[in-house]
């Protein structure tokens, strides 16, 4: 029986609409029974296209799931094939749907040694995650990390980057995890080194609910960061609160696309294109 594809799946509509409860009343649990006892077992094993087809299915056909979607995916996957990058770093892994879709999008680019690593705070969406990349053929590309994001980063950035010993840069940042975090993330990872010149940010859900505090700062010019932020050096005792680095330059466009239940949303696509002298 021929497998499961993703065309297949677009052509047979959307999502279940989102309802108040949509995340963590045993649906993840329950989609893992569903493809891992699916009559086309054998079919989608080893097959990324084949296990999102069946996790698409299951969200058509029994419960939503806050999955980024075919059609938005469409948007990153489009970027990943023409920048090829080695290096994605996404925060808010869910059960592992973008991870699967970037990670294979990375890996047929033919890039040497591609590393796409899915923060994930959540260890039961964790441990579904790790099992449908395995059932994806993916393990080898894909590695799902555990744990609160802002140590994750801190870990991350404190290792060996697979870009060489010296280098902390990772080529795409992905963030869909909490979206009033966006921005205080966004901004560790400039700390941290981990968004630099040549870094790509894409940002998830970015018409709904949108984000206007993180949209206003990638849009703004140095100097208007820069006069934000120099009140606060040398004052915060929180560490969990983060500057940034304020003299980043990033080009943005705004890019929209269907969420996977139909209604319009967007992804927000900054590039991280120069580091100005603060002097």
Same mark, same amino acid.
């Given at each position: 029986? &021929? &497998? ?15 309802? =108040? ?13 569903? +493809?891992?006892?699916?009559?086309? @077992?054998?079919?989608? %094993? ?12 299951? &969200? ?24 090829? !990058? %080695? ?20 890996? *047929? ?13 959540? /260890? ?13 053929? @993916? ?12 140590? #994750? ?15 902390? =840069? ?16 966004? =901004? ?13 940010? +894409? ?5 709904? !609910?949108? *984000? /206007? ?22 004052? @915060?005792?929180?560490?969990?609160? #983060?500057?940034?680095? /304020? ?22 696509? #900054? ?9």
């Amino acid at each position: 029986m &021929a &497998a499961l594809t993703m065309n297949t799946s677009i052509s047979q509509g959307f999502y279940k609409p989102e309802e =108040k409860v949509f995340c963590n009343d045993g649906r993840e649990n329950q989609l893992l029974d569903f +493809i891992t006892t699916h009559p086309q @077992l054998s079919a989608i %094993r080893n097959s990324p296209e084949a296990v999102l087809a069946a996790v698409d299915e299951f &969200a058509r056909t029994k419960d939503f799931l806050m999955n980024v979607g075919p059609y938005k995916g469409s948007i990153i996957t489009d970027i990943i094939a023409t920048e090829r !990058p %080695r290096s994605i770093l996404e925060i808010g892994g869910y059960i592992g749907y973008s991870a699967i879709m970037f990670g294979s999008a990375m890996r *047929n680019t033919g890039v040497r040694g591609p590393r796409y690593v899915s923060l994930e705070m959540n /260890p039961k969406f964790a441990s579904v995650s790790r099992a449908l990349v395995e059932l994806a053929g @993916l393990s080898d590309v894909v590695e799902i990390q555990e744990g609160p994001c802002r140590a #994750s980063l801190h870990r991350l950035a404190a290792g060996t980057s697979n870009q060489g010993p010296s280098s902390k =840069k990772w080529d795409m940042l992905f963030l869909d995890h909490s979206k009033i975090s966006y921005l205080n993330d966004l =901004k560790l990872a400039e700390e941290l080194g981990i968004v630099a010149p040549g870094s790509i940010v +894409i940002a998830d859900d970015m018409k709904r !609910p949108g *984000n /206007p505090m993180y949209s206003d700062y990638v849009r703004a010019d140095t100097a208007t960061k820069a006069e934000a932020y120099m009140p606060f050096v040398g004052c @915060l005792s929180d560490g969990g609160i #983060s500057l940034g680095n /304020p003299y980043l330059v990033y080009q943005t466009t705004l890019l929209e696309g269907l969420e996977p239940t139909g209604h319009m949303d967007a992804v927000e696509i #900054s590039r991280c294109v120069d580091l100005v002298d603060k002097n």
